[in-house]
T-cell receptor, first 113, second 115 residues
Framework: AQSVTQPDIHITVSEGASLELRCNYSYGATPYLFWYVQSPGQGLQLLLKYFSGDTLVQGIKGFEAEFKRSQSSFNLRKPSVHWSDAAEYFCAVGNQAGTALIFGKGTTLSVSS | DAGVIQSPRHEVTEMGQEVTLRCKPISGHDYLFWYRQTMMRGLELLIYFNNNVPIDDSGMPEDRFSAKMPNASFSTLKIQPSEPRDSAVYFC?????????????FGAGSRLTVL
């Protein structure tokens, strides 16, 4: 069965510190991978996506993610976190066949000053 | 484009009442998705449409839930009768091309509270 696991429910980092949010997936076919961000009271916004090619992808707001097929992972990183990055982050998996995205349960990021 | 528009943003109703949530997708998008978000279950896909035709409704919890897409610019999600366990944020999203390979654009959500 297809699934996405985000092991960390809540993470707190200091402003200016680096960030890594974990995402593991279980998928029978070649996955398309996404990270979305949700600010309080808002819908989800795409941060970045991976379809093929370079396994390190850059996104908006200074985020990047690395696809590691051997580990079935697609972790999100940012070298220096800003207070405005506090939000909930969702990893999602899809494919080219047209089925809908499957989302992880999300990781809530808090930023301390 | 104004993005995906959902209404109402907030709905408080009593158990047993009918609830209708509305969605206007982005013009030109041919896929429309309804998701439900709760603390316990996260984001769950309820149903999705392609060119106004329901493709997969296996996520619809039970017969109390129904969704329609009468035209390319409008979709509804109806709950009748509503129950307290239906309390959640309901998101509509649309995409151009297959949802798995293309970017979803989400609406701001409809927060439903059933008392």
């Amino acid at each position: 069965a297809q699934s996405v696991t985000q092991p960390d429910i809540h993470i707190t980092v200091s402003e200016g510190a680096s960030l890594e949010l974990r995402c593991n997936y279980s998928y029978g076919a070649t996955p398309y991978l996404f990270w979305y961000v949700q600010s309080p009271g808002q819908g989800l916004q795409l941060l970045l996506k991976y379809f093929s090619g370079d396994t390190l992808v850059q996104g908006i707001k200074g985020f990047e993610a690395e696809f590691k097929r051997s580990q079935s992972s697609f972790n999100l990183r940012k070298p220096s976190v800003h207070w405005s990055d506090a939000a909930e982050y969702f990893c999602a998996v899809g494919n080219q066949a047209g089925t809908a995205l499957i989302f992880g349960k999300g990781t809530t990021l808090s930023v301390s000053s | 484009d104004a993005g995906v528009i959902q209404s109402p943003r907030h709905e408080v109703t009593e158990m047993g009442q009918e609830v209708t949530l509305r969605c206007k997708p982005i013009s030109g998008h041919d896929y429309l998705f309804w998701y439900r978000q709760t603390m316990m279950r996260g984001l769950e896909l309820l149903i999705y449409f392609n060119n106004n035709v329901p493709i997969d409704d296996s996520g619809m919890p039970e017969d109390r839930f129904s969704a329609k897409m009468p035209n390319a610019s409008f979709s509804t999600l109806k709950i009748q009768p509503s129950e307290p366990r239906d309390s959640a944020v309901y998101f509509c999203a649309s995409s151009q091309g297959a949802g798995g390979a293309n970017v979803l654009t989400f609406g701001a959500g409809s927060r439903l509270t059933v008392l």
